[in-house]
């Protein structure tokens, strides 16, 4: 099988941890021990989140003094690209003996009118007290909203139309290499409709859509989307707890989870299934063996066809 893993930014930093590179080191050990058990099965291309890693980015652009205004989204994105995407290549290179990892920075393409922009949703950096959270904003003119622990900054999300560097990712899949790619939903650029010539733009795309998209286009067979909870829960949070086993995209759509966090991962399953007709699922990270075999996670499958 062709499976596309969508790798949660809280697989490398967890919440509440100092974020470290050693850290994130240590991390990446657990994330390279379960896309290895994958890896030597079927071919696999990692995407994955950088939350927790580009807000402390943009903290410390903010900070320095050396600079007259702190680095755009866009580019701080391509940074935590380079260094999640070695930090995955190097334990990879040693969980899979021989085989092929490359770690490709790649830009995604979104539309400069995306309603998006003005209505920031997606969580980076670090959770905050409320009082903190609401000092800083005052201060560097941040959108900050709650996530699930605390309060955090919040940022533009528009909508990956198309993953620019999709031919080359199956040139090397059709080479046997494992791809690394479109991390943080990929360095979100527009297009000069006239030019076609490529701007960067100071947001950040959801890497849960964006993986869909690009299993898509890569004609994968499985979209896995890879996480901090064991599957998906109806009623979560609350007493009356369950978790959802299976579903089919219209099913998951009834659901409607919070938009920054299980939202975009409910979202991109079900386009992903609904139009490839393909499988997606979503689970623990620990457990990305056991969810591909059907033995963990929430399965998202085809709805069937009507008459
Ligand atoms: P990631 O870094 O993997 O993208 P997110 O924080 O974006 O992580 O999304 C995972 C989080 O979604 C979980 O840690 C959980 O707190 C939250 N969540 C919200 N609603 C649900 C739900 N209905 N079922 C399971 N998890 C949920
Ligand atoms: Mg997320």
């Keep these: 099988m062709r499976i596309v893993v969508a790798l949660g930014g809280n697989a490398l930093l967890h919440r509440g941890e100092r974020p470290d590179a050693a850290v994130q080191q240590a991390n990446t050990v657990r994330v390279a021990t379960a896309l290895a058990a ?22 410390e652009s903010e900070a320095d003094p050396a600079l007259s205004a702190p680095y755009p989204l866009d580019l701080l994105g391509a940074q935590t690209e380079g260094m999640i995407g070695s930090l995955l290549a190097r334990t990879l290179h040693d969980a899979l003996p021989g085989h092929r990892i490359a770690a490709l920075v790649t830009h995604t393409l979104v539309r400069a009118d995306d309603p998006a922009f003005a209505r920031p949703t997606k969580f980076v950096g670090q959770v905050y007290s409320r009082q903190l959270a609401q000092r800083l904003a005052a201060k560097r003119g941040w959108h900050i909203a709650r996530d699930t622990t605390g309060w955090r900054r919040v940022v533009a999300s528009p909508a990956p139309e198309r993953v620019l560097e999709t031919g080359t990712v199956h040139q090397l899949l059709d080479g046997g290499a494992l791809v690394i790619c479109a991390g943080g939903g990929g360095v979100p650029v527009t297009a000069d409709p006239d030019t076609g010539a490529l701007t960067g733009v ?34 979560y949070g609350t007493h009356d707890q369950h978790p959802v086993l299976d579903a089919t995209p219209r099913e998951l759509r009834l659901g409607h989870f919070p938009a920054g966090s299980m ?3 409910t979202e991109a399953a079900a386009r992903f299934v609904e139009r490839t007709g393909g499988l997606a699922a979503i689970g623990a990270l620990d457990a990305a063996h056991e969810i591909v075999h059907g033995r963990s996670g929430t399965l998202i499958r085809p709805d069937l066809p009507v008459g």
Excluded at 39 to 59: D, K, S
């Design 202 to 235: 100071d947001a950040v795309v959801d890497k849960d859509l964006t993986a869909a998209l690009l299993a898509e286009d890569l004609k994968a067979d499985f979209l896995l989307i890879l996480t901090d909870v064991p599957c998906v829960y109806e009623g």
């Design 263 to 265: 939202g975009p991962k």
């Design 38 to 59: 994958l890896a030597q099965e079927h071919e696999v291309v990692v995407t994955h989140g950088n939350g927790p890693q580009i807000g402390l980015l943009a903290v």
